[in-house]
């Protein structure tokens, strides 16, 4: 019996604030298909025991092809969903494992500095040019459960340098979720959540110092976080 092998990749979309708005990192695309065309960060998942390639995880396939491609690795990454068909690559029939990355600007500004990625706005208005694949769509599952999963844990904190203020954390969640947070509300199940602790470090604003918080945990969950959730 012959066995036909489906086409397996791992694509990252990999998140950032900047300038108001959420931003998506792409790579210029220069082979075909879709040559000319941004892309994800993304590559095939290596599983041939003859060539000693063999990627424990997807997720371990994600992390190889980023410190690969970018010299890049994520504070936070997490795999979210597998988009698969035959439609989707005109090569053959086609798997993704997409995982979403998230990171500070000041790092993933590097990036696009050293012209590896560029950034696009998707949130709350999204300019995205035109993509190769199905990669609008990745995005769009990626943005999905980052909204879901920022109304009930500590997600979007990974947005944020290490140390951040607490009202910074308060609009980043505003932004994504598309909420209007009571300060003393979101400052109250945070603290009583114990997810955060207070860092070493003031963080001044306008000349007013406040202080430092960091994560306890990755991700801690936290029941009816965000208002209207």
């Known amino acids: 019996?012959?066995?036909?092998?489906?086409?397996?990749?791992?694509?990252?979309?990999?998140?950032?604030?900047?300038?108001?708005?959420?931003?998506?990192?792409l790579m210029p695309r220069t082979e075909a298909p879709f040559a000319g065309r941004a892309m994800l960060p993304g590559g095939f998942v290596h599983g041939d025991p003859a060539t000693g390639k063999v990627d424990k995880s997807t997720t371990q396939a994600a992390l190889r092809i980023?410190?690969?491609?970018?010299?890049?690795?994520?504070?936070?990454?997490?795999?979210?969903?597998?988009?698969?068909?035959?439609?989707?690559?005109p090569r053959g029939w086609s798997a993704s494992v997409i995982h979403l990355a998230l990171h500070e600007y000041a790092v993933v500004e590097t990036l696009v500095a050293a012209g590896r990625v560029s950034l696009h706005p998707v949130h709350p208005t999204p300019r995205l040019p035109p993509l190769a694949f199905d990669h609008r769509h990745l995005i769009d599952i990626a943005l999905g459960r980052l909204k879901a999963k920022a109304t009930?844990?500590?997600?979007?904190?990974?947005?944020?340098?290490?140390?951040?203020?607490?009202?910074?954390?308060?609009?980043?969640?505003?932004?994504?979720?598309?909420?209007?947070?009571?300060?003393?509300?979101?400052?109250?199940?945070?603290?009583?959540?114990?997810?955060l602790e207070p860092a070493d470090l003031l963080i001044g604003s306008g000349g007013r110092p406040a202080e430092g918080y960091r994560l306890r945990e990755d991700i801690t969950l936290i029941e009816g976080l965000i208002s209207g959730a």
Request: net charge positive; charged share 20%; proline share 5%.
């Open 66 to 89: 980023l410190k690969h491609k970018l010299a890049f690795t994520p504070r936070h990454l997490e795999q979210v969903y597998t988009e698969s068909g035959p439609t989707r690559d």
């Open 152 to 195: 009930y844990s500590t997600l979007l904190a990974h947005l944020l340098p290490p140390v951040f203020r607490l009202s910074d954390l308060r609009q980043a969640y505003e932004l994504v979720c598309g909420t209007t947070e009571n300060k003393a509300n979101f400052r109250r199940k945070m603290l009583a959540a114990d997810a």
């Open 1 to 25: 019996m012959t066995f036909q092998n489906p086409i397996l990749t791992v694509d990252v979309v990999i998140l950032t604030l900047a300038e108001g708005q959420l931003q998506v990192a």
